[in-house]
Nanobody, 128 residues
Framework: QVQLVESGGGLVQPGGSLSLSCIVS????????IAWFRQAPGYAGREGVACISRSGSVVHFEDSVKGRFTFSRDNTKNTASLLMSNVKPEDTAIYYC????????????????????WGQGTQVTVSS
């Protein structure tokens, strides 16, 4: 059974940086596509932020974070990381890591219904 644990959330000032980690257990990371979603305060739904394919060759970002966020994976540590730079107050949300093992090796998506395994979330607050 795949389990995901997020870490690295916290309070950060606008313009600052923060790195989130998703530690995977129960399955090798190179057999999974990984995505980050967020749920902003007052919103019921989760927005796809970034995803990376099993092969690592395909990465997608939501438009509002392009150029500010980067996504990497370390298969030796079974860890996927989201580096958030130049953060804005509108990035404030609970960030969730999600995984899917049935995608093709060069596919990932930003739809939350595409993923069947989720972490518990980590809070990111951007405020001065």
């Amino acid at each position: 059974q795949v389990q995901l644990v997020e870490s690295g959330g916290g309070l950060v000032q606008p313009g600052g940086s923060l790195s989130l980690s998703c530690i995977v257990s129960g399955r090798s990371l190179d057999n999974l596509a990984i995505a980050w979603f967020r749920q902003a305060p007052g919103y019921a739904g989760r927005e796809g932020v970034a995803c990376i394919s099993r092969s690592g060759s395909v990465v997608h970002f939501e438009d509002s974070v392009k150029g500010r966020f980067t996504f990497s994976r370390d298969n030796t540590k079974n860890t996927a990381s989201l580096l958030m730079s130049n953060v804005k107050p509108e990035d404030t949300a609970i960030y969730y890591c999600a995984a899917e093992r049935f995608f093709g090796e060069n596919y990932c998506g930003l739809g939350n219904l595409e993923y069947d395994t989720w972490g518990q979330g980590t809070q990111v607050t951007v405020s001065s």
